[in-house]
């Protein structure tokens, strides 16, 4: 007898509460799966779920159909464990009782890696999964490999290293880390990685999973149902999508872009995602940037999601300046929907996703100068043309969902899913 | 006037004794010629009972007017005599010889007698107890373990470790390290006649718990005419064995004194490094002189401890699939332990049988084999504190410290670490390993093994912390040299094994 797999989705948050790519994926996962008639759950960490009461009660709480939230317990990116071993146990006593034939792990953080042997020794008949989000588990400075002095990037973790950025701990606190979490995700049957970069720094570490592909995330049914963007952003007229966080480089990108509109006046950026005021709080120092383009630079602040393919059509390029390697950045992704051409630093996924002369361009990384450079070679018309013609589509439902098969290890056949039983 | 032997040997008998403690003992006082050689002989039926100890000691309650005659107290202990009708002394002074008759033997104990002797017969009958076998019965004799002394010792003064003007002692100060050793040191007031002597016996718990008497095996002294350096490390103690008390006999100034010292409990490298200053507060301000009393020192523990070390059975491996198979994780002082344990769970329950978890975080990292419930597990704060459990005499132990195992479980060698274990009843070598070239606490040479065990891997071995004072130097060459001879044959069976 056959039967579709079953599958629980366990994600270190849900795109209810917070919108990064990772809860996007992993819920974007789940709805696909459950469109195809998969039996599955949504299982995610919520701070609503970390009262009392809901602990009283089990510590899950029932949230839409099928899916459930729970509490992380005050897990940190420095405390990747949980605290209360009665409390996993709780949450491990209802994963479990679901009898999931998968159990698909979205991220480790706020989900924990000893939840991922508990159950796995729990469940030993499961097949335990998991998609990797970032490189916490290898970097401690917010699984960056950035530096914590200065922006200089990180290209191999040791122990002795990850000391130069945090003196304040020792040799040992690092190899322990490194043991727990390298011992805990070896415990996973597959391992699945949305870029070949970050696929390529974990088994440097040492992960060397039974089963192991790069798959990028599902954008989704809503967004890949509708028809491929037909722009109408000028050349000259680039977009922004995102936070202005220290590690996505828009203070290199606001640089850049006076440095070209010295040379340029055309020139125009829009700032999807935040306003002026959120960029001058963590980049104080680009005041008087600002002030220099303000005629060329419009803030649009945060925007739904459902949006951004719009939003993206709105401008000629899309510009992913990230001073930090990226893994597979969903901007990429939905801008490859949408139709328009990528600027991106030239490094880890952004130069992976986006290849250059096919679906955008390339910079230095952390240049201001460069990519002042690309940013006007990129308003050129014929350049912006022929790169709207090549740009690729993110990756079909089709694709993803036989790149899920394979990590489950079921089969596929008549075009449905279907794992063996008994 | 024609005078006969007897009117110039004059013998006065106190005591003929068969004591309860298992000797036979003639005491009294002969006044001879003086300067005259002095011999006694006990007769049993005109049997020459063969002497096991005698001195002889000033008897300042005799005296005779005539200053050509000295008297002297004997005190003589005699084998085991056969049954006798007749008993007699034969004393005889160079050419001089009387015999008298002896009444039988009274039963008595000495103990008791012993407090009405001079001091110096005490401690002299005492060092002969500690040196003669066959009055070894003597030290066994009554409660105390010290034999018929104890209630002598108790009233010998006690000293603290630095003292002050004590008899002809100006200031001293005593050091004890837990290799069986003291070092005392003495200053002495100018203008002796001759240099001051010092002798010492150690006063230790035995393994009863009550207390002995023990000779040093092994004394180094550095006499000067105001300062006495006195080095004693015990033969054959069950280490480690840090002395408590020091009996010490100091003449000095045609006196002698007697006094029990409680030295200052130090490890071996405070030990080494304190010997400068002690010597400076002894009144000894010549440095070159404490740098050779220091290296006299470190060449002695060095040929005393070279063979211990060598013999120690942490070398040893077990055989493999010996079993039970403890598994002894060291250092667990971070917080992460708890999760390096527990992601490490089901490798420790294939490998081991137990798990024994020392350290500040061994409660919290223990709590996951606990609750899953596979192995037995041991928590201790200190590795003294398991071993002093004395469970895991019947394993093989398998030892790594919280880094060393991390490491294995990163690069997927445990099972060949859980390999690589040493017989458990080899364990109580570890607290001698650590009295001879330890800091003192077991698990730091534990973690030096561990360490050692490592080398041929490529690591550094840990170096001693630096040692103070002007032999510091010395002293940690002289450490490290006694690591080496002991850790260089763990590290080729630890390689060994790994290769196996």
Not at chain 1, 69 to 81: I, K, N, T
Not at chain 1, 104 to 123: C, K, M, N, Q, S
Not at chain 1, 393 to 399: A, G, H, T
Not at chain 2, 324 to 339: D, F, K, S, W
Request: glycine share 10%; aromatic share 8%.
């Amino acid at each position: 007898m056959k039967r579709s797999p079953s599958v629980c989705v366990i994600a270190h948050a849900h795109p209810d509460f917070s919108k990064g790519g990772g809860e996007m994926a992993a819920y974007r996962q789940f709805v696909t799966m459950r469109s195809e008639g998969w039996p599955c759950w949504y299982v995610a960490a919520s701070d609503l779920a970390d009262s009392p009461a809901v602990r009283a009660q089990g510590g899950v709480l029932a949230y839409n159909d099928d899916e459930h939230l729970f509490g992380p317990s005050g897990m940190a990116e420095d405390q990747l464990y949980w605290a209360d071993a009665g409390q996993r146990a709780a949450l491990v006593d209802f994963l479990a009782g679901l009898g999931a034939d998968v159990y698909h792990f979205h991220h480790y953080w706020r989900v924990g890696p000893d939840l991922i042997l508990e159950l796995a020794e729990r469940r030993p008949e499961a097949r335990i999964v998991l998609t990797m989000h970032e490189m916490l588990a290898i970097c401690a400075h917010h699984g960056q490999m950035v530096r914590t002095k200065g922006r200089e990037l990180c290209r191999r973790e040791s122990p002795v290293r990850c000391v130069g950025c945090f003196r304040e701990r020792d040799i040992e606190h690092f190899t322990l880390r490194k043991a727990y979490l390298l011992s805990t995700l070896r415990r996973c049957d597959a391992v699945l990685y949305p870029s070949e970069f970050i696929r390529a720094r974990y088994e440097e570490w040492g992960l060397k999973p039974p089963y192991a592909a790069v798959l990028e995330n599902f954008l989704g049914n809503d967004l890949m149902r509708r028809p491929r963007g037909t722009g109408r952003g000028g050349a000259a007229s680039f977009g922004f999508f995102g936070q202005p966080t220290e590690f996505k480089g828009l203070d290199i990108l606001l640089r850049g872009f006076a440095l070209a509109l010295r040379e340029e006046e055309k020139l125009s950026l829009s700032i999807f995602g935040c306003e002026q005021e959120d960029v001058l709080r963590f980049f104080p120092a680009l005041e008087k940037v600002i002030e220099e383009v303000e005629s060329n630079i419009v803030f649009y602040g945060r925007y739904d999601v459902d949006e951004v393919l719009d939003l993206m059509g709105t401008v000629g390029w899309v510009v992913m300046p990230s001073i930090w390697w990226e893994n597979s950045p969903v901007v990429i992704q939905e801008a490859k929907r949408a139709g328009t051409p990528l600027i991106v630093s030239d490094i880890g996924g952004m130069a992976e996703k986006v290849a250059p002369g096919v679906d955008g361009l390339h910079f230095k990384r952390g240049s201001p100068a460069d990519l002042s450079r690309a940013l006007r070679h990129a308003a050129q018309p014929e350049v912006h043309a022929a790169l709207r013609a090549s740009i690729t589509d993110s990756l079909d439902k089709e694709r993803f969902l036989a790149g899920l098969a394979e990590a489950y290890g079921v089969t596929r056949a008549s075009g449905r899913l279907r794992v063996a039983v008994g | 006037m024609a005078l006969d032997d007897a009117d110039l040997v004059r013998v006065g008998l106190d005591q003929f004794v068969t004591a309860e403690e298992g000797c036979h003992l003639l005491t009294g006082w002969v006044a001879v010629p003086r300067g005259a050689r002095l011999g006694l002989t006990v007769l049993a039926d005109g049997t020459q009972c063969e002497a096991l100890h005698f001195t002889t000691h000033p008897r300042p309650d005799v005296s005779f007017d005539d200053p050509t005659v000295e008297v002297r107290g004997f005190v003589q202990v005699i084998g085991p005599p056969p049954p006798a009708f007749e008993w007699a002394l034969a004393v005889s002074a160079d050419n001089l010889a009387v015999e008298i008759l002896l009444p039988p033997p009274i039963e008595g104990r000495l103990g008791e007698l012993v407090l009405n002797w001079s001091w110096i017969a005490v401690y002299s009958l005492l060092r002969s107890c500690l040196a003669e076998e066959r009055l070894g019965g003597v030290m066994e004799s009554g409660e105390s373990g010290l034999g018929p002394f104890a209630e002598w010792l108790e009233r010998v003064p006690l000293l603290p470790a630095t003292t002050g003007a004590f008899g002809p002692v100006q200031q001293g100060q005593a050091l004890a390290s837990p290799a069986g050793e003291v070092t005392l040191h003495l200053g002495f007031a100018g203008g002796q006649a001759h240099a001051p002597e010092v002798h010492a016996v150690a006063l230790v718990p035995g393994g009863d718990g009550r207390p002995r008497a023990l000779p040093f095996g092994e004394i180094i002294l550095d006499h000067a005419e105001q300062h006495v350096s006195f080095y004693g490390r015990l033969a054959e103690a069950r280490l480690p064995c840090t002395i408590p008390a020091v009996l010490v006999e100091i003449a000095a100034g045609g006196t002698r004194h007697w006094l029990r010292w409680q030295p200052e409990r130090l490890s071996v490298p405070a030990f080494l490094s304190g010997q400068e200053k002690a010597r400076i507060a002894a009144g000894c301000n010549d440095p070159a002189a404490s740098l050779a009393w220091l290296r006299g020192l470190l060449l002695s523990r060095e040929e005393g401890f070279r063979p211990v070390l060598a013999g120690l059975g942490l070398t040893q491996l077990a055989p493999a699939g010996n079993e039970p198979r403890v598994l002894l994780l060291l250092g667990l002082n971070n917080p992460l332990c708890a999760r390096l344990v527990e992601a490490a769970a089901p490798e420790i329950e294939a490998y081991c049988t137990e798990a024994v978890l020392v350290g500040r975080h061994a409660a919290e990292a223990g709590q996951s084999l606990m609750r899953r419930g596979r192995v037995p597990v041991q928590i201790g704060p200190s590795l003294g504190a398991v071993l002093r459990r004395g469970s895991l005499a019947g394993s093989t132990v398998v030892m790594s410290d919280a880094t060393h195992f991390a490491e294995a479980l990163i690069e997927g060698r445990v099972a060949a670490l859980c390999a690589s274990g040493f017989p458990g009843t080899h364990l109580a070598d570890l607290r001698a390993f650590s009295a001879i070239a330890g800091s003192g606490e077991a698990e730091e040479v534990m973690q030096r093994l561990v360490h050692a065990r490592g080398e041929r891997r490529g690591a550094a071995a840990p170096r001693f912390p630096a040692i103070g004072g002007i032999g510091g130097a010395a002293a940690g060459q002289h450490l490290e040299a006694l690591w080496r001879v002991a850790a260089a044959p763990l590290a080729e069976a630890a390689e060994v094994a790994e290769v196996a």
